[in-house]
């Protein structure tokens, strides 16, 4: 007899592919019990955890291009990131209401993640990233994000814990699957939030992983529209320019975004977690394997769409006293020839 609930398994990838997910998988406790450290494992947040159900959503490839050109990151604001949490949530309750009337537990966590900080700063309730890589759906890029071949960078991700014994992936990706280590991610960061020189390493599901570490601190100080360098050569580039404070307190990161920043980024529809922030989200906008994800997706070609000429943008160039000849030294890191 199996060990798992395979007709259980069916029915709850099949309900949440009709709920509109990108992609679907389902992570083992077992395998995430490795990657992750005591406190943040899928046990530690429902006791008896077996299975974790993960979900993707795309985010529009228009969202990310108009961001590449310089001209706006509204779009990407909220059908990358508010909006597209409200849609995770939505994903998060059905699919645990559905599973529970099965008669098994599920802890349904919000699209965002966490309360950033409320137990561990930098850390969520679960990490999704990894969450992802067990259920087989994506691995890490360098840019410490999760990468599909699907969709490359371009999605957001929930990971659903259940008691439920659903059938996991024994099938992993490796990062070379979907990351060419170009670096551009780290290239296009504009506050160097992405520590490339000295690189996390993970194992888990039978693999070590190398990815940039970020920086909460100084992403955030991009993601809240406290800087000029955001967007260097867009229109919308904020008049504003607040220096980064080292481990700053709840008082002072709320002074910033109220009493600092730029009034024009206080727009209603950004108001969650930032407090009206505008999102940086380079890292993603710019990844190449979400590009090229793209590019194998549309029915024209990219000169034919208006794409060709984008990446218009400048890249922080910091990148090349550090590593001087980056693609070579991200292709080193992946486990790659030079080329
Ligand atoms: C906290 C958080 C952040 C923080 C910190 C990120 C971080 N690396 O920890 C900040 C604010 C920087 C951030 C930024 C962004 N985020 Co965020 N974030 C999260 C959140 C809520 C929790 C992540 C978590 O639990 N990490 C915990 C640990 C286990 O994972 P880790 O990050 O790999 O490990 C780090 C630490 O262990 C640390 N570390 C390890 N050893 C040591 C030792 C020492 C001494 C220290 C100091 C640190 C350290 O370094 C590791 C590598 O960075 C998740 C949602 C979720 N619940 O997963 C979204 C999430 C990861 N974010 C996401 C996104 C999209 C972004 C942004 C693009 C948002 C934006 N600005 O537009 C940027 C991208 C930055 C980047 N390239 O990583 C998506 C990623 C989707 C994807 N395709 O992979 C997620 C999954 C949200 C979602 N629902 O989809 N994020
Ligand atoms: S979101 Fe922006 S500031 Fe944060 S790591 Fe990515 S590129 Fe850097
Ligand atoms: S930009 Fe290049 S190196 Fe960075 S994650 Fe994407 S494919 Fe990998």
Sequence with gaps: MSLYNEKLTLKVKEYAKNLGASLVGIASAEVLNEGLEEDFRP?????????VVVVSLHIP???????RRGIANYSYNLFGYTYLNRELDFLAYRLSNFIEDFGYSTLPI???GCAIGARKPGYGMLSFRHCAVAAGLASFGLNGLALTPQYGSRQRFLGLPTTAPLRPADKFMTPAEVCDGCLECVAHCPSQALEIKEPHVLKMAGQTFKFARAIPNKCRIMASGLSTKVWPGAKFNPKVDVPVIEDPTAAEVY?????????????????????????????MAF????????KRRLLK????????????????ETIKSLVPKPKAYGRQLLGLSEN
């Excluded at 490839?61 to 961001?67: A, H, K, L, N, W």
């Excluded at 990844?287 to 793209?294: D, N, P, Q, S, Y």
């Excluded at 070609?301 to 922080?316: H, P, Q």
């Design 287 to 294: 990844c190449t394997a979400g590009h090229e994800a793209m």
């Design 301 to 316: 070609s990219e000169k034919e769409t208006g794409y060709a000429d984008d990446n218009v943008l400048a890249k922080d």
């Design 255 to 283: 002074h910033q975004l109220w009493a600092e920043r730029d009034g024009r980024l206080r727009v209603l529809e950004h108001s969650e977690s930032t407090f009206g922030a505008t999102n940086c989200g380079r890292c």
């Design 110 to 112: 919000p699209g965002r």
């Design 43 to 51: 046990e530690d947040v429902l006791p008896g955890c077996r299975s």
């Design 61 to 67: 490839d228009g969202s990310m291009e108009i961001m």
